[in-house]
């Protein structure tokens, strides 16, 4: 299994432009997560979804939108980038394994908006 | 608003020292986990704990939750440089789907 895989690992963005984060994975999680964290904080949760065509607003949402059209793949669309979106973005999936949630991590893609 | 907060934010300590960092909230969680997160790296989970008072110990670390579910504390004895790294805390409640994470603790280990 390759776990929670995430492209691109870095990208450059100019103000206003837009671009789709990819995460995939093949654990067969119903639960998949896009957190970012910027440098030297934790992690905040800007949208989940708890299966595919379910998808639910995190702590940040502001800025970005998501789809979940398969269990597989959850995009992460920032529209209009602003230097504020300046951060590494995380996907994480998890299955409920009573009473908790086990969460497991992509590698991260680095985002720079200049 | 839930939050988790966790002191201290930074600890630099010099190798074969032991050291405590402490995951607080207001909020009662059904479990809470550790996570360790290295430069370039995504998170990963170290241990959940789910039961008041509970205890769990993997290798040098310990790991307890507040007799209350509201805390919880890691105690690292006799550290060592591959110690270093962020230490995120995330709680969770059974009827939701969102884990929160504190602010971690960034653990830097001295040769």
């Known amino acids: 299994n390759a776990g929670v895989t995430q492209t691109p690992k870095f990208r450059i963005l100019k103000i206003g432009q837009s671009m789709t984060l990819q995460c995939t994975q093949d654990?067969?999680?119903?639960?998949m997560y896009w957190y970012r964290q910027d440098p030297g904080m934790g992690l905040k949760l800007i949208y989940y979804?708890?299966?595919?065509?379910?998808?639910d607003k995190g702590e940040v949402p502001n800025g970005y939108n998501v789809s979940r059209s398969t269990t597989e793949d959850f995009p992460l669309r920032l529209e209009l980038a602003a230097p504020s979106q300046t951060s590494v973005y995380f996907c994480?999936?998890?299955?409920?394994?009573?009473?908790?949630?086990?969460?497991?991590f992509g590698p991260g893609t680095r985002l720079t908006v200049t | 608003t839930q939050l988790l907060e966790q002191s201290p934010q930074f600890l630099s300590i010099q190798e074969g020292e032991n050291l405590t960092v402490y995951c607080n909230s207001s909020?009662?969680?059904?479990?809470l986990q550790w996570y360790r997160q290295e430069p370039g790296e995504g998170p990963v989970l170290l241990v959940t704990v789910v039961t008041g008072g509970e205890v769990k110990k993997l290798k040098r670390l310990t790991f307890q939750f507040g007799d209350a579910r509201k805390d919880s504390s890691l105690h690292i004895t006799a550290a060592q440089p591959g110690d270093t790294g962020l230490y995120l805390c995330?709680?969770?409640?059974?009827?939701?789907?969102?884990?929160?994470f504190g602010s971690g603790t960034r653990l830097s280990i001295r040769p």
């Open positions: 909020s009662v969680f059904s479990s």
């Open positions: 994480a999936s998890s299955y409920y394994r009573d009473p908790y949630y086990e969460q497991y």
């Open positions: 654990m067969n999680h119903n639960y």
């Open positions: 995330a709680g969770a409640r059974s009827s939701a789907s969102k884990i929160i």
């Open positions: 979804s708890v299966g595919a065509g379910i998808t």
